[in-house]
């Protein structure tokens, strides 16, 4: 590198200041953004946010000083919270305060909304249904992005009918399905990310394209404030959404400056999202060493989920003070800790720990080709009053213990649901192309 390349590279990294790119021509113009292709990436391109704030598809529209930052920001950390669940975005990396880097997508043109509380135009449409009527599940529905007739709400056939074919890829029932399926997964994280701050994800709207480079549907565009309605403590009157902008009878330098406030609580209040106070940790307490290649797998599955694990190695049968001594010592920090016992032929480990401490505790046992349908009872058999479960397979024993955590960690309770939705989402495209391929070659 030349002394000015390593100059740029100093500088963006202390101060954060981006990188110069070499911008292409404009690709997309919406009422909030622009897209530019990247001569340098032909598989990337620069949205740029902008500080115009719009309502009814932009009969109403203002110029917020500081909103294309604002945007910026809330996109940013949530797309990153949803990838670091597991959830495929189009995001790439934020460049400077009101633009970012995404895989080129060729967008799909279609709203994907998801609700969990009856509100706004959902009442208008549904005349009779009161406003707070709680979906469970979630409703999803669908809008065709057409300012011109208002965005009409689209059912599944009429997507289906419509044979969109975007960046290569032919969107059919697959893909519509998986689609409906993500949206859900989204929405579920964000709402169980946003109920750490007491605030209530009363719905949402999402879109996706079709990666030009991949071929592959991810969640794209942006996610910010204009996407959402937010009630902290469940209260509309606190709603920090764009609905307040566009519940004004006057739009006046006073009240831009409260909506932009609440751009910016929200902005703010995003960051959080990304981290928890809740803490835990696995204990995988082995035998003997000859379990070693077991309990290994156990602390690489829990390392997926973000959860500690440490392995340790004691034997109830032949030192059970020492056992107990090891869980004492995990019960002294008063982090909260599942315990793991890993032991083979007899299994004492389990229902000692279990006997000794209110924390959970799972048996998995290395079962041998030879004994193993025996050793087993004494794993599945405990002593009355004993509450340890047991699970055969390493990585589900983890599994198990995330899900525990899940119930006060949303960031592990994140990975949980991206990884249900991954593993659907895989069994759906291995459906499809099995059967591409049975009736490529039926006769």
Known sequence: ????????????????????????????????????????????????????????????????????????????????????????????????????????????????????????????????????????????????????????????????????YCGGLLIERCEMDIMNRTTLAVFEILEKAWATQDCTLVDMKVEFGVCVSTKEILLADVIDNDSWRLWPSGDRSLQKDKQVYRDLKEVTPEALQMVKQNFEWVAERVQTLLVTK?????????????????????????????????????????????TLRIK???????????????????????????????YPVINCPPLSADWGAEDIWSSLRMPSGLGCSTV????????????????SNHLVWAKLRANMLNTWVSLKKADKQTRANDQKYSF
């Open 1 to 164: 590198l030349s002394p000015i390349e390593i100059l740029r590279f100093e500088l963006y990294f202390s101060f954060k200041l981006p990188i110069e790119l070499k911008i292409g021509k404009k690709l997309n113009e919406g009422k909030t953004k622009e897209v530019y292709e990247l001569l340098d990436s032909p598989g990337q391109v620069w949205i740029k946010s902008k500080d115009q704030i719009t309502a009814g598809n932009a009969a109403r529209k203002d110029q917020m000083v500081g909103k294309a930052a604002l945007s910026t920001k809330t996109t940013i950390s949530i797309f990153k919270l949803l990838q670091e669940a597991g959830i495929k975005t189009a995001l790439e990396k934020q460049h400077g305060d009101t633009a970012f880097i995404a895989a080129h997508c060729e967008m799909i043109p279609i709203e994907w909304v998801c609700r969990r509380i009856a509100t706004g135009s959902f009442l208008k449409r549904n005349p009779g249904v009161k406003e707070g009527y709680k979906f469970c599940p979630p409703k999803l529905e669908m809008f065709f992005k057409d300012d011109a007739n208002n965005d009409p709400q689209w059912s599944e056939e009429q997507l289906l009918q419509a044979q969109f």
């Open 278 to 322: 809740a803490s835990g940790r696995v204990v995988v307490i082995m035998g003997s060493t000859s379990d070693l290649g077991h309990s290994q797998k156990i602390k690489q599955a829990c390392g997926n989920y973000g959860i500690p694990c440490e392995l340790r190695v004691s034997s109830a049968h032949k030192g059970p003070d020492e």
């Open 328 to 358: 004492a010592e995990y019960e002294g920090d008063y982090i909260p800790t599942v315990f793991v016992a890993v032991a083979g032929r007899s299994n004492g480990l389990g229902p000692v720990l279990s006997g000794n401490t209110t």
């Open 392 to 407: 055969l397979f390493p990585e589900a024993a983890a599994l198990f213990a995330a899900q525990i955590f899940a119930q």
